[in-house]
């Protein structure tokens, strides 16, 4: 279990994130299109785990936003954008934005923040994921985490970027 803060109140998480080095855990999220989606289906990319409670929320919004801007950039490398939100709302806040580098999925239906130990078991976010970066190299091994201690504050951008050189 790992401890962030909502405010500068602890809420406590299911469990603790992958370690670097370790095989990413499988994972089937949703997709716009009600489609379970698999770790499996993004092939030989990198991959960006973006992880926020919502997408409802101004530090979720902004952090999407700069996500979907440095993605145009990176080369072999899918930024995928993944909270508990309805895919319909994530398909909507990414048209009315207009994010078209960013693979917005739905936890809603999976164990993805249990097996990730993302899940908000106590205080007002409860059931939610708190915010976090995976990165994971082209045969899904983790290189790269980041718990945010905050939920509010937006995450290290240029930390988790630098990894992707």
């Given amino acids: 279990m790992a401890t962030v803060t909502l405010g500068g109140n602890p809420i406590n998480t299911s469990g603790n994130l992958p370690s670097v080095g370790d095989n990413a855990p499988g ?8 489609d379970n989606v698999s ?3 993004f092939g030989n990319k990198r991959k960006v785990l973006s992880i ?3 997408l409802d ?36 806040f990414c048209e009315a934005e207009g994010l078209e580098n960013v693979v917005p999925l739905s936890s809603f239906r999976s164990d993805f923040a249990t097996d990730y130990g993302i899940s908000i078991i106590d205080g007002v976010l409860k059931g939610l994921t708190t ?23 937006e995450p290290d951008y240029d930390s988790a970027l630098a990894i992707l050189g």
């Fill in 57 to 92: 929320t101004p530090t979720c919004a902004v952090s999407t936003r700069i996500f979907n801007e440095k993605a145009a950039s990176l080369d072999n490398t899918v930024v995928l954008v993944i909270s508990a939100d309805l895919p319909f709302a994530q398909a909507r």
């Fill in 131 to 153: 915010r976090a970066i995976v990165i994971l190299d082209q045969q899904d091994k983790v290189v790269y985490t980041q718990l945010v201690g905050e939920i509010a504050d």
């Fill in 27 to 34: 994972f089937e999220l949703v997709n716009g299109k009600l």
């Fill in 39 to 41: 770790l499996q289906d």
């Fill in 52 to 54: 926020v409670p919502s």
